[in-house]
């Protein structure tokens, strides 16, 4: 059983940063990432990191977040810069093994006021 607890969210006023962090069990992971839903939007991956550092992002957070792990301590971290309040969400860290099911944390609120 993969357990994920996210921590660092919270209210943020536009223009602001915020680094939320996760840390995992169950060993070393294919890829790590975080995820976002909206009110009445669907969850939308927004980054994924893999074992060997390489990142990817959506075009909707990219060059403003980044991605970070580190797999000594099995932890995955993204920073939030120049926030939108259209970033407003929970945010979900996930695992994807190299075979099986993604394995997702409870999300954390993110908000972000005008």
């Known amino acids: 059983q993969v357990h994920l607890e996210e921590s660092g969210g919270g209210l943020v006023q536009a223009g602001g940063s915020l680094t939320l962090s996760c840390a995992a069990s169950?060993?070393?992971?294919?890829?790590m990432n975080w995820s976002r839903q909206a009110p009445g939007k669907q969850r939308e991956l927004i980054a994924t990191?893999?074992?060997?550092?390489?990142?990817t992002y959506a075009d909707s957070i990219k060059g403003r977040f980044t991605i970070s792990r580190d797999i000594a301590k099995n932890t995955v971290a993204l920073r939030m810069d120049n926030l939108k309040p259209d970033d407003t969400a929970v945010y979900y860290c996930?695992?994807?093994?190299?075979?099986?099911?993604?394995?997702w944390g409870q999300g954390i609120q993110v908000t972000v006021s005008s």
């Open positions: 996930s695992a994807t093994p190299i075979f099986g099911a993604t394995s």
């Open positions: 169950g060993g070393i992971h294919k890829t």
């Open positions: 990191i893999t074992r060997n550092l390489t990142t």
